[in-house]
Each structure stands twice: as structure tokens, then as C-alpha cells.
């Protein structure tokens, strides 16, 4: 087991009509003038943006719109909000939407509070000092962003996807309404469930440091996301399976199932933001591709949490050896994939990549770790190569 620091500063406002909260949340945030950001416009046509700009006005708080934060965000989009919040005077972000429009929302708050180019953060030049508080009304479960210090951002020179983590961009306030994630498209539902999962499945597949009480939420959270994902894909307008998921979203990413251990593997991410920045997928469809070649390229190497994974979460049948237990695991982790329709390949994710974007994606991915990185198994550029080609 390791020390840790587990640090939390969000004020998670959980529940139906909870945006209604959205004036007195920022007002006890400090926010006199604010930035609202958002995606392509699903909260223009949900009529959600209308009934906050409604509550806002008739709070007297006044503010400033910036949509079309894209999945996979855009580092363009986000010198724009810059520019918009020094010239308005903002003093406050609120981002309206998933994890797209938060990151880009956190962007924008480290563009604002520090000097030079706000890309040197995610381009580990440099450190922030601060960051432009910022509030969320979440209309996804799946990244956490809400809770999360990550913030990732795609630099569309080069289609360089890259992800900058500080307590500076924990958002002030988190409001979860499961009603508001009813209007997505299933497949953004499956993709959000793959996402939490792989969030806490990426701190729980580490060679070092574990503790019951971690490994007990973990698995905890990971088999109520199974059961809650296969209840949402049969009955999507279902409450409690919207509530048990998107609570579940947060916790999966703001540390909790992380206490004690190495701080995790995180290679399914850093594979995933490859594919992400190259070809535009949807995260937890690219990370649902990834993970079985991944899971395949490593288990030997993490052979005990890779069995007791097998056995509380996906709830395999016990017996025979530990790596015939382990496999069992990975297929059904697989099966599951395919019953809620995510991919468990590239083919199936839609893309075809020649051998030089193959080799091309590694190269990016070992550039962006430093070289090697992982805890189960650490890879190495021709490790990544291989699981790409896997
Ligand atoms: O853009 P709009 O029109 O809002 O539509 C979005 C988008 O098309 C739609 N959507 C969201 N809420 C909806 C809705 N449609 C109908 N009804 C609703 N209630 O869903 C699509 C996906 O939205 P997006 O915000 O892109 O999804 P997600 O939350 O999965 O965010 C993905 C991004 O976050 C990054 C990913 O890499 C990706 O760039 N991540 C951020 C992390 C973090 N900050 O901690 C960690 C993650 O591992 C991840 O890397
Ligand atoms: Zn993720």
C-alpha cells in the first residue's frame, strides 16, 4: 500500500431539476460574469441552455455563450473562449454539456489565469498556477471530468491529443440530473459505461500497492456499471439505472478507487487518445476496441488481478488455473462489450489503419509517455505497435 493524498473539492449537487440551482451555485462560487460552454448544440435542442440562461437572467447574473466544443475537443475552440473571457470580462465558466465541453471549459480557465500559450501545459512544458473556477451541469455520464483534475485537449496541428491533470481544474460544482442523460443516443450511453469502467479498471490492473477497502469499491462500482449498462441498454429512460451510472461516473474517476495504489496503468487511455486524436472516434468506443488486445499483451505479467477481477467483477466460473480464470475474464469482459454493442476491435470501431498509421499512432503514444509507461505491463513503443496490430 502507498500514501496517498485524496483531494475532492467538488460540490456534487445530485438529483431532478438540480440545474434549477445553477444562479445560487455560482453566486456562492463567486461568479459574477460567466463563460457558458457547450458542444454541438444537444442542450439548444433539449431546451436545457434556454432554461439556465432563464434562470440566470431572472437571477440577475449576467454572461456570455461559446458552443461547438467537437468530442475530442479542439485547442482552436479553446484559444477562441480565451480571447471571449479577456475582452468580457468572465470571471466564472460554466460548461453545459459532457466531458468535451468541460475539458474545453478547463482549458479556457488556464488559458485566462496564466500567461502564454495554454498548450505548454498539455505539451508538459510547464505547470500551471491557477485556473478560472468553473462550474458543470453534466449531460453525459462517462468521463468524470466533473470531479476529475484532467482536462484533454486535441491540438489539431498534427492531431495531437494530450491530456494535462491539476487540482487547479477540479470544478467548483458538479450539478447531476440523471433525467438530463436521457436524451442520448444509446451509443453515447454504452460509450459512457465503457469509459467509467475502464477509469477504474485502469487504477485496479497495477502491479503495486492495494488495499481491501479499494479493491471493494472498485469492484463494486464495476459490477453495478455492468448490471446498470445491460438495464440502460434494454430500458434507456430507466432513473435509477441512469442515477446508479452517472454517480458511478464520477467516483470512478476523482481518485476514490484509486487510494493505495500505484496510481494505475492508464495505457487503454493513452492508446485510446491515439486513435481518439487520429480518427476522431467516440473515447469509450476506442478504449472498448483497445482493451481485449491490451488485456491479452499483459495479463501474464498482473496474473492475481487479472483472476480477481475474473472472479468478483465479471463473475466467472472458478476453477482450473489462474491463467485459464484470467482469459475467462477478458471474454467475458468481451462478451459484455458485444452485448451492449461496443466494438472489441479496430475493424469494429470502423476503422482500417494501414501498417505506417499503425506505427505511426505508437510512435505518438510512446512520445506522449515519455518513452514507456504502464503498471500491469510497461510498454514500450514496440509493445504499443504489437497491441495496435493485435
Ligand atoms: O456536442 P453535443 O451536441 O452536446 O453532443 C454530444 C456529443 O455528440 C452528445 N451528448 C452529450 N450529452 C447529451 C448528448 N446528446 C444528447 N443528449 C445529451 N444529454 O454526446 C456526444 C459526446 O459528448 P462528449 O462530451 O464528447 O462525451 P464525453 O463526455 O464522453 O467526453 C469525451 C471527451 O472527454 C475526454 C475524451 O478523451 C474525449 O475527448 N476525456 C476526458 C477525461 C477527463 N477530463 O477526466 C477523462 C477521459 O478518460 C477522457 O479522456
Ligand atoms: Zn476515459
Redesign the pocket.
Known amino acids: 500500500m502507498f500514501d496517498f493524498n485524496y483531494f475532492t473539492p467538488t460540490k456534487v449537487v445530485f438529483g431532478k431539476n438540480t440545474e434549477a440551482k445553477v444562479a445560487d451555485l455560482v453566486k456562492e462560487f463567486g461568479g459574477t460574469k460567466l463563460l457558458i460552454h457547450?458542444?454541438?448544440?444537444?442542450?439548444v435542442r433539449?431546451g436545457l441552455l434556454k432554461r439556465v440562461t432563464d434562470t440566470l437572467d431572472a437571477a440577475g447574473i449576467s454572461y456570455v455563450t461559446l458552443g461547438g466544443?467537437?468530442?475530442?475537443?479542439h485547442l482552436g475552440l479553446v484559444y477562441e473562449g480565451i480571447e471571449l473571457c479577456k475582452k468580457e470580462g468572465v470571471d466564472f465558466l460554466l460548461a453545459v454539456?459532457?466531458?468535451?465541453?468541460?475539458?474545453s471549459a478547463k482549458a479556457i480557465g488556464y488559458g485566462v489565469a496564466n500567461e502564454g500559450d495554454v498548450w505548454d501545459f498539455y505539451d508538459y512544458k510547464r505547470q500551471a498556477k491557477g485556473c478560472l473556477p468553473v462550474g458543470v451541469i453534466l449531460?453525459?455520464a462517462?468521463?468524470?471530468?466533473e470531479m476529475?483534475d484532467?482536462?484533454?485537449i486535441t491540438k489539431e496541428d498534427g492531431l495531437v491529443k494530450r491530456?494535462y491533470s491539476s487540482d487547479f481544474g477540479r470544478p467548483k460544482f458538479a450539478i447531476m440530473n440523471p433525467e438530463?442523460?436521457m436524451?442520448?443516443?444509446d451509443y453515447?450511453t454504452a460509450?459512457?459505461c465503457t469509459?467509467i469502467m475502464m477509469?477504474t479498471m485502469e487504477r485496479y490492473f497495477s502491479n503495486g500497492g492495494n488495499m481491501e477497502i479499494t479493491d471493494s469499491l472498485a469492484e463494486g462500482l464495476l459490477r453495478t456499471v455492468k448490471k446498470n449498462a445491460l438495464i440502460l441498454y434494454k430500458d434507456p429512460k430507466n432513473y435509477d439505472a441512469r442515477a446508479e451510472v452517472m454517480w458511478a461516473g464520477s467516483l470512478a474517476?476523482n481518485g476514490l478507487t484509486g487510494c493505495g495504489n500505484d496510481g494505475g496503468d492508464w495505457m487503454t487511455?493513452k492508446l485510446e487518445?491515439e486513435l481518439?486524436g487520429l480518427y476522431d472516434v467516440?473515447?469509450?468506443a476506442g478504449l472498448a476496441a483497445i482493451w481485449g488486445s491490451w488485456a491479452r499483451y499483459v495479463y501474464k505479467n498482473c496474473l492475481h488481478r487479472f483472476k480477481k477481477f475474473a472472479l468478483n467483477v465479471m463473475e466467472v466460473e472458478n476453477s482450473g488455473s489462474d491463467e485459464e480464470i484470467a482469459l475467462r475474464g477478458i471474454e467475458a469482459v468481451e462478451d459484455f462489450y458485444r452485448q451492449i454493442e461496443m466494438p472489441t476491435n479496430l475493424r469494429e470501431l470502423g476503422i482500417n489503419p494501414t501498417e505506417d498509421e499503425l506505427a505511426l499512432m505508437a510512435k505518438k503514444c510512446a512520445i506522449g509517455v515519455g518513452g514507456e509507461k504502464g503498471s500491469a505491463k510497461v510498454l514500450n513503443e514496440a509493445d504499443m505497435l504489437a497491441i495496435y496490430k493485435a
Open positions: 457547450y458542444g454541438g448544440g444537444s442542450v433539449s466544443a467537437v468530442p475530442n475537443p454539456g459532457g466531458g468535451s465541453a468541460i475539458d449531460t453525459i462517462a468521463t468524470g471530468s476529475s484532467s482536462s484533454v491530456g438530463l442523460t436524451t442520448l443516443p453515447q460509450c459512457g469509459d477509469h474517476h487511455h487518445h481518439g467516440a473515447h469509450g
